[in-house]
């Protein structure tokens, strides 16, 4: 299969900072899009594939799953955009398309496994998928997402992966007028997860453990926020939620956030990815019939849902736009919770 040589940000190693390197993007089949990328948002989930935190990385690796550019080549059996358009994509490139899952629009689910935009076995040049730190990007139509005209191209990008990440559970749980929606954490998903909730027109509170952040929370739209770490706090709103949605990326104890459930009430965990430690006690959930649950990104149909709503209700990303060169310094102050609220990379920088 022809190729061409892109420049790209990566890394060969776990503990190597990320550094330019030559990456090779297939020519556009007849149902492929070409991408010249403009910007690419930092997920922490970018971080946890770059150091390896969750033991599955192959090396060498190009991360970014949170990609918005310009079309400039399609193949000859494209009707969904042209040459010239804006175009996104998240963090799926590939999945089986005939599955139950990939026929009910969840193709993050697909139970043959869908492709990750990185870290993915690429399925036309064989190795790895290779994301969007990089000048270039080949996607199948069906996983490439059109652009509202009307957002601000570089605060879309998050929107990509924090946008359909909190999108989801929220549609899924039936968030909207009337009901009570917590998110805990303020980074790159809980800033989008407040945002669409007070969008849907839930009542919206936010746990941080981060004093400071308060006026922040507010801005973007919650009601309220809870230090979770102050007891008299967490007790004022025991019983309220009907929904809690968890962005916390380490391991932590989840029992104080049931307590905060209502009857029927379920926290959806989409930040940590692991075994829950010390322990998980049902006695409220029994006791309040309130579930536990987690959730993955979004289908494509449901992304291209929450864009449009977007473009609808005028919401982006907080973000800070980054040079490529700065991206191992955004991925220290990420650690130190120090961004407002998501990172997004200028890949003019790289070209
Ligand atoms: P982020 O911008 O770093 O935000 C995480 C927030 O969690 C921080 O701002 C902080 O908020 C809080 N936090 C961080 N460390 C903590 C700790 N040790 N204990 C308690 N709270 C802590 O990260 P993000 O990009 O939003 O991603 C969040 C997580 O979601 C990551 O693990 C990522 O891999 C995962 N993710 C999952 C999916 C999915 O499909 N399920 C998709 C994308 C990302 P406060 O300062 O307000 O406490
Ligand atoms: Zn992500």
């Known amino acids: 299969m022809e190729t061409t040589n892109v420049k790209a940000y990566g890394t060969a190693s776990a503990d190597a900072p990320l550094a330019q390197m030559n990456i090779q993007r297939r020519t556009a089949t007849a149902k492929d899009i070409e991408i010249?990328?403009?910007?690419?948002?930092?997920?922490?989930?970018?971080?946890h594939t770059a150091r390896n935190d969750w033991g599955f990385t192959t090396y060498p690796t190009v991360v970014g799953h949170e990609i918005v550019g310009k079309v400039t080549k399609v193949g000859s059996e494209v009707t969904k955009l042209k040459v010239g358009d804006f175009a996104a994509v998240g963090c799926m490139v590939d999945s089986c398309q005939t599955c139950d899952s990939c026929k009910q629009d969840l193709e993050q689910y697909c139970s043959n496994g869908f492709t990750g935009t990185y870290n993915g076995k690429d399925k036309h040049l064989g190795g790895m998928t290779l994301g969007g730190y990089s000048e270039k990007i080949v996607v199948e139509e069906h996983f490439v997402l059109k652009v509202p005209a009307n957002l601000n191209l570089a605060a879309t990008a998050p929107l990509?992966?924090?946008?359909?990440?909190?999108?989801?559970?929220?549609?899924?749980?039936?968030?909207?007028k009337g009901s009570k929606v917590a998110v805990v954490g303020l980074g790159g998903l809980g800033h989008m997860a407040i945002k669409l909730a007070k969008g849907l027109g839930a009542e919206v509170t936010l746990f941080s453990r981060t004093p400071g952040k308060e006026k922040d929370a507010l801005e973007l739209g919650a009601d309220s926020v809870i230090i979770s770490t102050e007891a008299d706090q967490m007790g004022a709103v025991n019983g309220k939620f009907d929904l809690i949605i968890d962005t916390v990326p380490y391991i932590h104890d989840i029992n104080p956030y049931i307590g905060t459930l209502n009857t029927n009430g379920t926290l959806v965990i989409v930040g940590y990815l692991g075994g829950i430690e010390p322990f998980l006690n049902t006695v409220p959930m029994i006791m309040g019939r309130k579930s536990v649950a987690g959730s993955l990104i979004g289908g494509i149909a449901e992304t291209q849902e929450?864009?449009?709503?977007?473009?609808?209700?005028?919401?982006?990303?907080?973000?800070?736009?980054?040079?490529?060169?700065?991206?191992?310094?955004?991925?220290?102050?990420?650690?130190?919770?120090?961004?407002r609220y998501r990172f997004v990379i200028d890949m003019a920088s790289l070209k």
């Open 36 to 47: 010249d990328i403009l910007y690419c948002g930092v997920c922490h989930s970018d971080l």
């Open 160 to 176: 990509l992966c924090a946008g359909i990440t909190t999108w989801s559970p929220l549609r899924h749980w039936k968030a909207g």
């Open 306 to 339: 929450m864009l449009d709503f977007c473009g609808e209700h005028n919401i982006v990303s907080e973000i800070e736009l980054i040079k490529m060169q700065d991206i191992n310094e955004a991925y220290e102050r990420m650690l130190k919770s120090d961004v």
